[in-house]
């Protein structure tokens, strides 16, 4: 009876808990896709961007050493130097694996990088998971936010730290900024990676992300705006555009994982469920039985029948 009991108890639990995991996965799924058609979204604005470049380019001044068009005053710091601000990308919510502790461990590998190559690095985080983590390995930070628990990450955010960023590197204040995420690879695959985010460098041929890239707009657009201040929209915008891009690759690297393993929970659920129904009911029969058999021999009638 002991044994019927807690199995029961087990059942009971079990079939509490199945249908909350049902709902994270199918969330995650939804999340999973929704991003991922986010992502290709931008892709598209961001070769738009990038088409405009040809019309722009012979307009502006040439550096004589390189070669190559200068950036706009605006961002006209030095490129290199040891002044870095380095963002850390993780999750606001847990059930997500080793998402945020492989970034972390992906960070201190970086700052201990910086560190023997004398760069100061200024750390900032985004996610409240990642943020505890750090704090909790006593990593100073000189600035964190929290992510949206229920919407994918928001464009203005990465225009927000894009305009800050270029103007403390137009101020001299910053010589770099890095990105550290984890760059999704696949379902529930992924890397953590480190991106330099700024002195921006926009691609000047080739497709973005392994696809074709959109030949020059017809017919040739009409430039009535400054040259130079446009291209300077220009690279602030692709710089935004990026860093939102690889906060979607991000998020879907965070979904993917946290959807396979709830469709991973999800199924250990339902086959602990068959599994405890099949023993809570052998169980009973076998109580049933032992019942009967005991009521039988209380009447005499197994007596009776074996005399």
Not at 47 to 55: Q, S
Not at 287 to 297: G, H, N, S, Y
Request: glycine share 6%.
């Amino acid at each position: 009876m002991e044994d019927l009991e807690r199995a029961e108890n087990r059942l009971t639990n079990i079939r509490t808990v199945e249908p909350i995991l049902s709902a994270l996965r199918t969330i995650s799924l939804g999340s999973w896709q929704a991003v991922l058609k986010r992502k290709d979204g931008v892709r598209h604005y961001e070769e738009r961007l990038v088409a405009t470049l040809p019309a722009l380019l012979p307009h502006l001044p040439t550096d004589r050493r390189t070669a190559r068009p200068p950036l706009s005053p605006p961002m006209g710091g030095k490129e290199g130097g040891t002044r870095i601000a380095a963002l850390v990308v993780g999750s606001e919510r847990g059930l997500c694996g080793r998402f945020n502790a492989a970034v972390v461990e992906r960070a201190e590998r970086y700052l201990a990088e910086q560190e023997t190559a004398g760069a100061q690095v200024e750390l900032l985080a985004l996610g409240a998971r990642t943020t505890r983590i750090l704090r909790r390995r006593e990593w100073s930070l000189a600035w964190s936010a929290t992510l949206s628990v229920t919407a994918l990450p928001s464009y203005r955010l990465a225009f927000d730290l894009t305009h800050r960023w270029l103007a403390r590197y137009e101020e001299r204040e910053l010589d770099a900024v890095d990105l550290i995420y984890n760059a999704y690879h696949g379902t529930a695959r992924y890397e953590p990676t480190v991106v330099r985010m700024i002195p921006p460098t926009l691609p000047t041929s080739g497709p973005l992300d392994g696809r074709r890239s959109l030949s020059e707009p017809w017919p040739p657009p009409i430039i009535e705006t400054d040259p130079l201040s446009l291209y300077a929209r220009v690279i602030e915008q692709w710089t935004a555009v990026s860093l939102y891009r690889r906060l979607l690759d991000s998020a879907a690297a965070e979904h993917s994982m946290r959807y396979q393993l709830m469709e991973a929970a999800t199924q250990n659920a339902e086959r602990l469920i068959s599994e405890l129904t099949l023993a809570v009911q052998t169980a009973r029969q076998q109580a049933i039985t032992q019942e009967m058999a005991e009521l039988a021999a209380g009447a005499g009638l197994i007596g009776r029948q074996g005399s």
